[in-house]
């Protein structure tokens, strides 16, 4: 008996915030503000896990790069061309299922 009372009552509650918020141009400006506000706190977050990502992508990139610059020369013969070649390959397998991981969660 009491369930419908409530759920009429809270009808009733929403029905009159919302008219007298579409009446007031204060309240509408301030939840406006609001929205963007939060919509650009978003926005920065997205921005700042962007440019960790690509400082991981670099980093990585890099690391590699003096790895192979350091031991050029022992990759020098047919075999360690293909065991390199195994490498990349492998490390291209672990980060496309990083990748698949990343993206089912």
Not at 66 to 94: A, K, T, W
């Amino acid at each position: 008996m009491l369930m419908p009372l409530g759920s009429y009552s809270l009808f009733i509650g929403l029905f009159a915030s919302a008219r007298l918020s579409s009446q007031d141009k204060k309240l509408r400006r301030e939840f406006f503000q609001s929205a963007e506000k939060q919509l650009a706190f978003l926005l920065t977050i997205g921005k700042v896990q962007m440019e960790k990502e690509l400082e991981k992508s670099l980093k990585s990139i890099l690391k590699r790069s003096s790895i192979l610059e350091e031991s050029r020369d022992d990759y020098r013969g047919e075999e360690n061309v293909r065991e390199l070649v195994q490498e990349v390959i492998y490390e291209l397998r672990l980060k496309e299922t990083a990748n698949k991981n990343t993206n089912a969660d």
